[in-house]
């Protein structure tokens, strides 16, 4: 299996910066893309930033965040970042790491991580 590990998250005032960090790990043959969701309780998961592995490191955002949040990716490592400035209370949410590609045994995996809740507020 494949496993996503989050790191960052906390309680941070309106204005300020986070960075969150997602290592991946486990039996893998090569990731494709990686990507940030976000989700409040009892409201539905929302893609926040991709970042593809195979296709030139190319991003996309969405519009809430542009501007603001940068995705970025260490290969060597298996890990991709979401930079998070001028938070806004709006961007308090349970943050989840995505990863897509093929395993070593060529199986196509989707795997979330367990998610890292951030806070935003004063």
């Known amino acids: 299996q494949v496993q996503l590990v989050e790191s960052g998250g906390g309680l941070v005032q309106p204005g300020g910066s986070l960075r969150l960090s997602c290592a991946a790990s486990g039996s893998i043959l090569t990731i494709n893309a990686m990507g940030w969701y976000r989700q409040v309780s009892g409201k539905q998961r929302e893609l926040v930033a991709i970042?593809?592995?195979?296709?030139?490191?190319?991003?996309d955002y969405a519009d809430s965040v542009k501007g603001r949040f940068t995705i970025s990716r260490d290969n060597a490592k298996n890990t991709v970042y979401l930079q998070m400035n001028s938070l806004k209370p709006e961007d308090t949410a349970v943050y989840y790491c995505?990863?897509?590609?093929?395993?070593?045994?060529?199986?196509?995996?989707?795997?979330w991580g367990q998610g890292t809740q951030v806070t935003v507020s004063s």
């Open positions: 995505n990863a897509a590609g093929y395993d070593s045994s060529w199986q196509i995996f989707r795997s």
């Open positions: 970042i593809n592995i195979n296709h030139g490191g190319s991003t």
